[in-house]
């Protein structure tokens, strides 16, 4: 039972890292636009899907998470370009009901393309097998996918907060109009962190496929998760997000123990529980 | 100040248009689009009216269902008691997740509809024994309505079932007018254009906002029992996050400039899905092109075709910049200045700062 449990705790401290990752994603766009990146979950099946392609071409898995990052974003920056930054002056409905258009079309390419059945796809050899750490085993995967997921939310942190690009963005979250004056293209920068924000999401996929594989729900599920691990964590805030999604994917390990009929619905009570006690979430600002 | 068109008046139009559908389409199809219509009106309520862009309506349209679902398989309750159970479900539902979303403006109010949406759709997924899970809730049953002084009717007939949604829907549509020139109706509108000048008036926006919800929850569980009862399953697709995409693009396609937009809306709406997916099993993908279109190049939706066309045959060339609002929804709110769509609650800086991002 120990042991059992000690799994599914390093199994969520995973998982959990991942859904980090994927609301970092969302975080910025959410920043940048101020619109909920409905097709988010969209992106990260598209890396998942990418990455599956790509390891069926021989590509080595470095190649494969590279493109799951790379595909996604591009299509990002294209969506960004063609519609969102067009929709721009308008309410937020018709920038929302455009990605909600976008995400319907990206998730049934992927079923045009891929079949509906569900794919599957293995770790590389020399990150199969596991450490044996007395009381439990500890896949090399899941180290791997939880230190991917960390180094890559550490390096977006300091592109952000410590670069020359990562002020101007942060400018233009801030105050658009001054920043325009200032001769910042506050235009070119939304469209580079959508396209970073879905990339993100898109290597989230590519991280996951080993573990979970890639199936058409996966897009949609992702999506919500994502949301209330923003909500939890409190929209903006940077270590909420990290907090927030090591805590959901901890609840979703730790109930499948327990209660596994509930596991889906419990991180929502989580959700609930959050806004009852700290409605601006756990790191919100009021 | 314009004054504002009768309810009846206005009433005889959606009238005739309900006499009229089943004449020129299959009778089916003309019930979804009264019943999508309901749930349509009960959405523009939110989006149109008070300004609340509810991205979650898909949970009361199934809590309806499921409810009326459970009662009509396993109970030998008369049809009225079973549609009021579905209303009443839902808007408790819809009291509940109202009172904890509507304090949060903007975006995070979005946020907060769309994931309780997710979690009673996975509720739904995962209450088998109540809810039938995946396969959906089968063998719903259509109980007759006994009608003090005519009889009883027979609900299996299809064009019987068709003048119980119409009738139903015509009435949706008359107290959703008539509630919008209510003194609550118009709290709802000042509140949309400006909450805190509404606010410091003396109303209270959010209590009229909670009302709304209520409201639009119950009519959507409404909805949702007739799906229900209309093909005799209740999908779990009803209640998933798609069916919330749709009723907010069944008020935009129509156009929010009028009340008869969210019905348009739903038609066209229920014709594309026929049509598409004839065409095409994956048919969303076409429906996904289609939203885009109508987003980027016709935001005011086939009201604002009608005003394009109105315009052209009466030979004004004067342009009007953006979607203009008919005054027929403004009247008494005309107080407050609105100069587009942009100056709503939903403007990106005011809900940045109120929706507590930084």
Known sequence: MVSLLAAQLLNGLAIGMIYALTAFGLSIIKGLLNVPNFAHGAFYALGAYVC????????????????????????????????????????????????????LIMEQLILIIWGTSGLSATAPEWLQGAFDLGFTYLPKYLVFNGAMAA???????????????????????????????????????????????????????????????????????????????????????????????????????????????????????????????????????? | MRRVTSTYLVSAVAIAAAVAAPLCMPVNIATEIAIYGIFALATYLLVGVAGLYSFGQAAFFGVGGYVAGYVFIHTNLPLAVGLLLAAAGSALIA????????????????????AFNQMIYYLAYSWRDVTGGEDGLGGIRRPDLALPGIGTVDLSQHMHFYVLTAV???????????????????????????????????????????????????????????????????????????????????VIIGGMSSVFGPVIGAAVFIWLQGFFSLIWARWPLLFGVFIILVVLFLKGGVMELFERTRRLISGRTRAQ??????????????????????????????????????
């Not at chain 1, 990052?69 to 299509?75: D, E, I, K, Q």
């Not at chain 1, 939304?190 to 999401?201: K, R």
């Open chain 2, 168 to 250: 139903l829907f015509v009435a949706a549509f008359a107290a959703l007018y008539q509630l919008m020139h209510s003194p609550l109706g118009l709290i709802l509108n000042a509140a949309r254009q400006n909450p805190r000048r509404t606010a410091s008036l003396g109303y209270s926006v959010y209590r009229a906002q909670l009302l709304a919800f209520v409201v639009a929850g119950a009519a959507s569980g409404v909805a949702g029992a007739l799906f229900a009862m209309l093909y005799r399953i209740m999908p779990i697709d009803a209640i998933s996050w798609t069916n919330s995409g749709t009723a907010v693009f069944m």
């Open chain 2, 95 to 114: 009291l509940i997740v109202g009172a904890m979303s509507i304090k949060r403006t903007g975006i995070y109010f979005m946020m907060l509809t769309f």
């Open chain 1, 52 to 103: 599956f392609a790509a390891l069926q071409l021989g590509l080595p898995f470095a190649l494969a998470l590279l493109a799951a990052f790379l595909v996604p974003a591009l299509a990002g920056a294209v969506v960004e370009r063609l519609g969102v930054a067009r929709l721009m002056r308008g309410p937020y409905l018709y920038q929302l009901l455009f990605l909600f258009g976008v995400a």
């Open chain 1, 151 to 286: 180094v890559t939310i550490a390096v977006v942190w300091l592109l952000i907060e410590r670069t020359r690009l990562g002020s101007q963005i942060r400018a233009g979250i801030d105050k658009r109009e001054m920043a325009q004056c200032l001769g910042i293209n506050v235009a070119g920068l939304v469209t580079t962190g959508f396209a970073l924000g879905a990339g993100l999401a898109g290597l989230s996929g590519g991280l996951v496929l080993p573990l979970l594989g890639a199936n058409s729900t996966m897009g949609a599920e992702m999506l919500s998760i994502a949301f209330v691990v923003l909500v939890i964590g409190g929209l903006g805030s940077l270590y909420g997000a990290l907090a927030a999604g090591v805590l959901v994917g901890l609840i979703q390990s730790v109930s499948a123990v327990f209660a596994p009929a509930a596991s889906t619905v419990l991180i929502y009570v989580a959700m609930v529980a959050t806004l009852m006690i700290r409605p601006q979430g756990l790191f919100g600002e009021r």
């Open chain 2, 321 to 358: 910049p953006g979607p203009g609002r008919e005054a027929s929804t403004q009247a008494g709110t005309q107080t407050v200045t609105q100069t587009s769509l942009g100056t709503e609650t939903g403007t990106p800086t005011a809900a940045g700062k109120e929706g507590g991002a930084r």
